[in-house]
């Protein structure tokens, strides 16, 4: 008999912007011709930069004649793309990552659920609360968790973020062995300074734990004192594994293409206490369950680090910033308590009242979609979370439109 | 403390075509300059048919502008792609499928090793021998077999495919509850007839069972007696999952789309026994951990189901199909017994010796790169595996040198 992993009969309701979808569809359809203003799911809303254009196109070309012709490419992605990526956004930032630490996918989101299989089953995981739903369910379709009980799985250690610790949550009081981390912050959009990274690498070194690093908002840094990457702290190399994505940083989203970064020295244990590197581990997971990403998206990538591509890329963050910037001011201005809207796409607002409620006020009455903060945990409960991926006049519309909406 | 999947440690080696890569180019460093004639790996070598070219270009067109522009779609692929694959592929040959029940990915391979999590851990495996290692090794990972012993894994079930059977392994004597199959076959080159196929939609409706069936490549089957699909079988809706993919139909090995069928019908238990639907557990593993196929690489995929696409891959797949014929003439004229090479870019050669040492007498001697049978399995032992796509001007020179190469 085929016998289902009944682990996936913990996971609460269905993924969270997959609800969200069936309420902005509900409200559609009842609101026949109502102008909706998404600022809800990060999505991108821009063509891509120009420079990732024309290197599409080319890389199309070069698959359209025998003689430049590419089929199965390196799983691990381009050296092309992979040299780029380590010279551009790590040892430019004097972290020391080396083309053949890269790992190049199709999806960050992908990577952080597959990056599991390397590891015991039987590990202890902390996770942030609020945090990105796709670390959590992951790990309860893994079976790294108990049953949910009153919105939280047991087993699991969750690490608050929240007003009173300036959405960096204190070090774990018990053994985390695999702690995810975001910087800058999906959802509340704050940002993490070195010394506060530095702590959580010592904590991992003394304690041999991993952590993963989602660094997918990096392009939204302005501000020098934000690490970019956590191998800008000392002993990192060590001790994590960065995820990075183009989604945010040059509008790959419908594109897809990302990264993983797999230290050498990044060791993990087997149960003698014998260590194994984890780089060896993960290129055969990836060499054996994934093909590599398309050429031609590897070379629209690789545009991404050229003269043209970089300023471009910039402008686009740059564009999103402005959006932010306009969010925070507004409802700061109308006396919500906001973080994030700085080096992030993302603004956290203490809506002051239930998180779906808010979530239906500004979905019926201003016709604005945000993201409910409690379907990001425990500690989202009472905030919203608004994002800058969209038009700017549409935003500003938006903001205008939830003024209103909140003087009826 | 950080430990890891101790499952990885029971593989054998490293994955077989990284090792048959590593003896090339250490050929190669020896042999500068010497011409090498690559019949090994299964990847395409052809261009892109001009009207997936067209409609790639157009998509990445799209996505230049921010009023077209494509951010995440849905991660079960554009209802344009899923709509055409199951008018095409299933019900215009009596194939009961919907479009809501095709998932569209970025590679047959991920979702073969993916679909695995669905399932309860202690599952009973079935895999043909000779085999893709893909369906061994993610098992293996995943930690559903023992250790391996004289070449194959503890806990397994071993379903032999050979010459006794006509490459048709017989059902198994004991329970088997996830059954691989694969045809035409990868690597035998074998193909299946209708009878021998309801042979094992039957024995999987009698025992709960579920088969997986990879048909990567149907587009090569011109026998009318051949099945396309596993739901041209009567009952296939409720035990089976079938995987196909771009890669081989239309030289998408590059480019990387694929899809993955699970019929509404296709169920699972859970330990009480109760039935669960394997659609909903799919939908939401493919919706947690993947955010769907780049946006233009499935406006190309779409073009295979345009007129001028339909007529240029098929020309595609009788270009490599010409090359299989000559290759099965070929070697069965130089004694060699044989089958594939018909509804089948494989020809799994006999060569009454040991694997590695007729793969390097053709690498060393022919300047051929085949692929040695005992990669794919014990039954495999004494076989090579030659694959038709290349060139046909190299592949009848590789057939001259290998006719050289045996007369020394």
Known sequence: MIKINENYQKLQASYLFIDIARRVSSFQKDNPGRELIKLGIGDVTRALPKA??????KGVDEMAD??????????QGYEFLREKIAENDFRARGADISADEIFVSDGAKCDNGNIQEIFAQDIKIAIPDPVYPVYVDTNVMAGRTGNCIDGRYEGM??????KENNYIPELPSSQADLIYLCYPNNPTGASISRKQLKAWVDYARENKSLILFDAAYEAFIRDEKVPHSIYEIEGAREVAVEFRSFSKT?????????????????AGYDSKGDKHYLHGLWNRRHGTKFNGVSYPVQKA??????????????????YYLKNASLILQEMTGLGFDCVGGENSPYIWVDGKRDSWEFFDLLLNKAGVVCTPGAGF????????????????????KAMLQIKQALAE
């Open 157 to 162: 250690i969750y690490l608050e973020s929240t």
């Open 66 to 75: 025998d003689s430049t012709f590419r089929g199965y490419g390196p799983e």
């Open 250 to 266: 040059a509008g790959f989203t419908g594109t897809r293409c990302a990264y993983t970064v797999v230290p050498k020295d990044c």
């Open 377 to 396: 945990g425990k500690c989202g409960q009472g905030y919203i979370r608004i994002s800058a991926f969209n038009n700017y006049d549409k935003v500003k």
């Open 52 to 57: 990732c254009i024309e290197a599409f196109h």
């Open 301 to 318: 990538a690789e545009a991404v680090y050229s003269e043209q591509g970089r300023i471009q890329t910039r402008e686009l963050a740059d």
